[in-house]
């Protein structure tokens, strides 16, 4: 039992860094995808470190935003389980275990491209505001989870060294600003009237006004979208549009989840859901056909 308390399990460490939640960083990986490069052995190679390299940075940010609510998370539900919170990991060791993540991750980000490596900082920098002060702030506070999505994604497209369409960007600011406020939702149905204890500003929300929110993100999300299978060329066009029933049914499906029995964590929804998952594989094959064969 020391040897617990004194360093913490291996595992516990891997807990700590929450590789659950690497599935965001699959943002990064849409740049070779839609540049059209993922035939190539040299833009796949430095699309996946770029990858890592982010996984390494949310690891950061994970550990240090666990060190940062310590005595918040001691009195959620679930985050006590926490390896910080729960004692696994010791505040000095966790501390020392975000740094070098961080570290990594920033000279891994950088080899690949000084561009990729400035998006780390970025990423860094923003989450370096978001713990402390933006993450109490309502609309702020989702509206900075959208920006870091969209610095993975302008990471892949700088590790990729190809342009693509700006409408994607666009896209991916209001799909993540959908998954924010979904977010949100879950943790208000989940803790109920200790919302505002846990957590200062989700006083400032209700369901019904993230409904809303959910349901204008959603309807931006598809529009955008579908301006940007305008971006291709004429003759292939028509049959990028066949990817929009594949965006559409997957973004509604995610809202009946998220309203389902209060919909369970909107960040693991994607790991356990098999329509889900079968709809972002068909998706990918539309995509990749249209951009790589026609």
């Not at 040897?3 to 960083?25: C, D």
């Not at 998370?73 to 729960?86: E, F, I, W």
């Amino acid at each position: 039992m020391e040897a617990r308390t004194s360093i913490g399990f291996p595992s516990a460490y891997l807990r700590l860094a929450r590789p659950k939640q690497w599935t965001k960083n699959g943002f990064v990986l849409a740049g070779v995808v839609f540049a059209g490069e993922a035939v190539q052995a040299s833009s796949i190679v430095a699309a996946l470190l770029a990858f890592v390299a982010f996984c390494a940075l949310s690891g950061a940010t994970y550990a240090a935003n666990d060190i940062l609510d310590v005595k918040q998370d001691r009195g959620h539900p679930t985050k006590r389980l926490r390896p910080v919170a729960s004692g696994e990991v010791p505040v000095p060791l966790a501390i020392a275990f975000a740094v070098l993540l961080a570290v990594g991750g920033l000279i891994l980000a950088f080899s690949v491209d000084i561009w990729v490596g400035i998006a780390g900082l970025s990423y860094l920098g923003l989450q370096a505001i978001y713990t402390p002060v933006l993450k109490h702030i309502a609309l702020l506070d989702v509206m900075s989870i959208s920006a870091g999505f969209v610095i993975r994604a302008l990471a892949g497209v700088a590790a990729v060294g190809e342009p693509i369409s700006p409408w994607l960007v666009v896209c991916t600011g209001l799909l993540t600003l959908f998954l924010g406020f979904s977010k949100r939702r879950y943790e208000l149905f989940d803790l109920g009237e200790d919302a505002r204890v846990h957590r200062k500003n989700l006083g400032d929300y209700s369901i019904e006004m993230l409904d809303q929110m959910m349901m204008i993100m959603l309807a931006a999300t598809i529009i955008a979208y579908i301006m940007y299978t305008f971006t291709f060329s004429f003759q292939l066009r028509s049959y990028m549009m066949i990817s929009v029933p594949f965006v559409i049914y997957g973004v509604l499906r995610y809202m009946l989840l998220v309203h389902r029995d209060g919909g369970g964590d909107p960040d693991t929804l994607l790991l356990r859901d098999r329509p889900l998952q079968i709809t972002l594989l068909l998706f990918l094959a539309v995509v990749m056909t249209v951009i790589y064969v026609f």
